[in-house]
């Protein structure tokens, strides 16, 4: 690990931040909003699911790009929108500009799974892979979690119905930061022999690894000459993932995110206001003291977010990705559960807190995490982004079903029946996980390309 690995891997984990900072302060500005503009249950739900909708078709085409371009190219350019839209979002007049411009900030934000992915993926050892890729989407908890403070930061000293447009653009400062640092990245040395850029390749290699420079000039022209031939005989881009040779890997990638998606976004970013329905602590609050009370035990559960992260870091190359997820998905159904039994108990919010704890806790030691590294093994430097970004806009589809009917469902059927629906679906993911998957722990990329590994349950 070079000062360039860490750069790379740093500046991923900030990208990621950023998106788990911007998809979740929503969560916190959503009451504020209702406060404001008093939308339908739907017109909640479009708010709630517009980053995420635009999320989808910003993983879907940006990693088809990042195939195309490169890596480095939309490394910057999905900054640049994340930038632009965080400020027009702030400024919005009605429901119907902030929705549009909450899609276009999602492109931004969408596009950076295929990237980051792809960025850390392909610079790390095969060893500290999957623990690196882990370490760079634990950011995602972060930034929920500092979403949570800043919002609770916010409304302490600016207790005013406005106060969702500070929340909006707060995340611009360290975006702007992180920016001017990834205009110094260099390309992926994988994407660079891929397109028959082996000089450039060499070139950043050298930069992680100077002693062995002699080696590297060989061993670069050779896995160039495996790319080319490999490269003429296959499909690239979306008809890929659907081949004979892939179909399993993309089934195996995208379901399981897709039914996590559902329940990570569609109760995460109304944990505020489910604390409040089930809890009641907040009854008879004002809009800003009610917000404030929401928010202030969403930043307690968020820390076990974290600490769902750090049990992946430290279980990943131990007990692989198979079994973590398999796990959290089981742990995610059961906080599920235990939140939905709530409604037949006066215990209240300890009920609730054990639900949320156990459900935060296991999903990020399990799916949330896994779902994100498997996509980044399991395909090819070809098409690697490609299928990063369709298995996250699968889930992010997904997320934008769970954030669109939980509000209509919450209504419409109750808590309770919703929470039971969405434990169903991460039953569902588990059966896929445990019919499709095979382990990836160990293997190099050429290792997993070639199909080279057991399949391990």
């Known amino acids: 690990m070079t000062p360039l690995h860490w750069k790379i891997w740093l500046l991923s984990s900030m990208g990621i931040f950023l998106d788990g900072f911007d998809l979740f302060i929503i969560s916190i500005a959503l009451p504020l909003i209702i406060a404001q503009f008093s939308p339908s249950p739907v017109m909640t739900g479009a708010i709630a699911a517009a980053a995420v909708l635009g999320s989808v078709f910003g993983a879907a085409f940006g990693g088809k790009l990042t195939d195309m371009w490169g890596r480095k190219a939309i490394y910057i350019i999905d900054l640049v929108f994340f930038l632009l839209f965080s400020v027009m979002t702030a400024l919005s007049w009605d429901i119907f500009s902030l929705i549009a ?12 799974y295929p990237i980051c992915a792809s960025y850390v993926s392909e610079f790390m050892p095969a060893k500290k892979r999957g623990r690196m890729l882990i370490g760079a989407f634990s950011f995602q908890a972060v930034g929920m979690f500092t979403a949570a403070l800043i919002g609770l930061g916010i409304l302490y000293l600016f207790p005013y119905a406005f106060s969702w447009r500070l929340m909006l653009i707060a995340g611009c400062v360290p975006a702007v930061i992180i920016l001017l640092f990834r205009l110094g990245v260099p390309e992926s040395p994988r994407w660079n022999i891929e397109h028959g850029r082996i000089k450039n390749a060499v070139l950043v290699v050298k930069q992680m690894s100077p002693e062995d420079g002699d080696e590297i000039d060989a061993l670069v022209a050779k896995e160039g ?5 490999v490269t003429k005989k296959e499909k690239k881009g979306y008809s890929a993932l659907f081949s004979p040779k892939y179909f399993r890997r993309t089934v195996f990638a995208a379901v399981p995110w897709f039914c996590m998606d559902i329940a990570t976004y569609g109760v995460g970013i109304f944990t505020p206001i489910l604390i409040g329905v089930m809890a009641g602590s907040g009854d008879g609050l004002n809009v800003i003291a009610q917000d404030f009370f929401e928010t202030e035990n969403t930043v307690i559960l968020d820390v076990f977010l974290i600490a769902g992260f750090m049990l992946n870091i430290l279980f990943i190359e131990r007990l692989g990705r198979i079994r973590l997820q398999i796990a959290g998905l089981i742990g995610m159904a059961a906080g599920l559960l235990i939140l939905m039994a709530t409604s037949f108990t006066s215990s209240g919010l300890p009920f609730v ?16 995490a896994t779902t994100f590294i498997i996509p980044a093994e399991v395909f090819p430097t070809r098409i690697r982004a490609t299928a990063h970004g369709f298995c996250a806009a699968t889930g992010k589809a997904g997320a934008v079903l769970g954030l669109f009917l939980l ?31 095979f382990e990836t722990k160990g293997r190099s990329l050429e290792e997993i390309d070639a199909g080279a590994f057991p399949d391990i349950i």
């Open 101 to 112: 411009f909450r899609f276009l900030l999602g492109i931004g934000i969408g596009a950076d």
């Open 407 to 437: 509000p209509v469902l919450k209504a419409d059927v109750g808590v309770t029946i919703t929470l039971l629906l969405v434990a169903g679906v991460c039953i569902i993911g588990l059966v896929v996980t445990v019919i499709f998957g």
């Open 225 to 229: 000459e495996y790319y080319e031939a």
């Open 353 to 368: 807190f054990l639900g949320f704890m156990i459900f935060n806790l296991m999903m990020n030691a399990g799916p949330n």
